[in-house]
């Protein structure tokens, strides 16, 4: 019974975490958050309000918090993916995904050689990493040639569907779609909005992990595969939720998998050439 309570107990601080409702939080750890920010001084995690350093970190592992920083967002702490995966927990939550892959990696690898495809493909990494952490994303994964983000109103606030458009343009215009002499790195980038499950996977007491899994990410994932160098794919559903109207192109896809259709608005560097 103790392990089961603990375990209902992590899983409603990481549905709290994803949605920022924290109505659900017992009063014990709201009032932990009031103390947390009252200890000096920022950087702090941007949901529970733990410092990192100084005597306010020191403080917060005296009392056993012991908060490092995320994988998934150095602004964050690490308390809450630690709890999931000690207790294999997970929650279904309304997200917004982008995916992001290079498009022809395996002729530009050939074409390169592994050392310039290695520098190519750390500098998209780089490159994506500052955008994404800047608009409030989960990075889930940084895989071969493809990068996995994740947009939650808990982390990213209630325009989180907006923010991971607003990422994808700005990924479109880093790699150089815009520049004269075309990208440095021909990349294509999906957005979709969905319900999903992100938990832990794995066991507690051996290797194991949080990912995101269900139909809405392997949709995202589809629409990334499919996006043309420069071309951002954003289904309708993300559409809705980012509050973006139906003008330009729109272009309906039969997806792998799926048996129903997919209809998208394409968007390119024109669209986004005027994201500051």
């Known amino acids: 019974m ?26 014990k750890v709201k009032a932990t958050r009031k103390l947390f920010a009252h200890l000096p001084s920022p950087p702090r995690c941007k949901v529970c309000l733990a410092p990192f350093h100084g005597i306010g970190g020191l403080a917060v592992s005296v009392v056993g918090f012991g908060a490092g ?33 290079v498009r022809g990696s395996t002729t530009l690898a050939e074409r390169v050689g592994p050392t310039e495809f290695h520098r190519l ?16 994303a989960l990075i889930d994964k940084l895989v071969g040639d493809e990068v996995v983000a994740l947009y939650a109103p808990g982390i990213a606030g209630p325009d989180f569907a907006a923010k991971a458009v607003e990422a994808a343009r700005k990924m479109v215009l880093a790699t150089g ?14 957005v979709h909005s969905g319900a999903v ?21 392997n949709t995202a994932a589809r629409l990334a595969s499919q996006a043309g160098p420069g071309e951002i794919l954003v289904s309708e559903d993300a559409c809705r939720t980012a509050g973006l109207d ?9 997806l792998k998998g799926r048996v129903q259709p997919v209809t998208v608005r394409v968007m390119g560097v024109s669209d986004a050439a005027g994201v500051s």
């Open 246 to 254: 139906a003008a330009g192109e729109m272009r309906t896809l039969q």
């Open 69 to 101: 920083k995320s994988r998934f967002n150095p602004t964050l702490c690490d308390r809450c993916e630690k709890l999931v995966k000690a207790h294999q927990v997970g929650a279904e939550v309304e997200l917004t995904l982008l995916f992001a892959d």
């Open 2 to 27: 103790p392990n089961e309570q603990a375990a209902a107990r992590a899983r409603i601080l990481w549905l709290s975490y994803l949605t920022g409702d924290t109505s659900i939080l017992a009063p």
């Open 177 to 190: 779609h815009a520049d004269a002499g075309g990208p440095w790195l021909p990349i294509g980038v999906g």
């Open 121 to 136: 493909i750390n500098r998209f990494y780089q490159v994506s990493t500052d955008i994404l952490i800047e608009t409030g």
């Open 197 to 217: 499950y992100v938990g832990a996977v794995g066991s507690s007491d051996g290797q194991s992990d949080i990912t995101v899994l269900g139909d809405a990410a």
